[in-house]
């Protein structure tokens, strides 16, 4: 009695680990979890007059979370517009000469009339008639000019606005926003610190989307397309898996070997392909965590076989 209870204890024992052996090697590829990191640089020169971030904050889209000193870009900005007063000056000095000149036109005007009738009367010369029409040639030639100088001096002006927009730029970006939503993963510069055009600041990901980048054989790739559904598993306890779903988002056009990361020594000299699959992340998925995949197309063809 006690063989037989023996034997059949050790046989579910052994139905058992066959059951958990084979629902650990029925997973189709293996990978780890990634995400697309932003990395945030600096778009503004001077001090950072603060920076409020910490490692791990969630951060929304537009967000201000710092400012880069701006006093040397208000100051320039503030001579600008010293520049851009002088220069409105001189256009008055400009309005001031076109009214002396329109004057003289006008008076011209009724000195040529006056010659016309003249002339037509016997009373005048042709040469009368010719100089006070150059005279008028001239002040018409001389309101040109004048009129060129003032489109100049407004050419100026508009140079001048346009350098202020670009100061107002400049300035826009010495505030420190977050181009995405998302969780910080590193800061690499603290308040009171010097930065330049360029230099990173943090990085960022949104961590409501991260890939499972996993390896599949040239056997495995023909059945596997972009946007099918597949099944992921991460781990629960150390016999347990918990079900996720994801979608096949990239497949490498190269093939390579797989990562020494990846199955065995055996296995990692074959040639694989790797592909990426966009998994939504409740919080139970960390980055680098590994994963499973489980590909329904291929068992389809599997069951049909």
Not at 46 to 57: A, E, H, I, P, V
Not at 85 to 108: F, H, P, R, Y
């Amino acid at each position: 009695m006690n063989i037989l209870k023996y034997f059949g204890l050790s046989s579910i024992v052994m139905i058992y680990l066959s059951s958990c052996s084979n629902n650990i090697n029925t997973s189709d590829a293996y990978g780890n979890f990634e995400v697309e990191k932003t990395i945030v640089s600096a778009e503004g020169n001077g001090k950072l007059l603060s920076f409020n971030l910490r490692d791990g904050q969630l951060l929304q889209k537009e967000e201000s979370i710092g400012q880069i000193d701006t006093l040397a870009l208000y100051l320039q900005k503030e001579q600008l517009f010293a520049q851009k007063k002088a220069t409105l000056s001189g256009l008055n000095d400009i309005d001031a000469q076109l009214d002396v000149i329109d004057q003289q036109q006008i008076n011209l005007q009724i000195n040529i009339d006056r010659i016309e009738r003249l002339f037509k009367a016997k009373a005048a010369t042709q040469k009368q008639v010719d100089d006070i029409q150059a005279q008028a040639d001239l002040l018409k030639k001389q309101r040109a000019a004048i009129q060129t100088q003032k489109i100049k001096l407004y050419n100026q002006v508009e140079v001048l606005n346009r350098q202020v927009d670009l100061l107002n730029l400049s300035i826009k970006k010495c505030n420190i926003k977050s181009p995405i939503k998302g969780r910080v993963l590193n800061t690499l510069i603290h308040e009171g610190e010097m930065t330049i055009i360029g230099k990173p600041m943090f990085s960022i990901a949104n961590l409501d989307l991260l890939d499972l980048k996993v390896y599949v054989s040239g056997a495995q790739l023909p059945f596997i397309n972009i946007g099918d559904k597949v099944e992921v598993y991460i781990d629960k306890n150390q016999e347990e898996n918990q079900l996720l779903s994801g979608r096949i988002s990239w497949i490498s056009e190269i093939a390579e070997f797989t990562p020494k990361t990846i199955q065995t020594k055996e296995e990692r000299v074959n040639l694989v392909y790797a592909i990426k699959i966009k998994v939504k992340n409740d919080g139970r998925i960390k980055v680098g965590m590994p994963g499973e995949v489980i590909f329904p197309s291929l068992h389809l063809i599997n069951t049909a076989e």
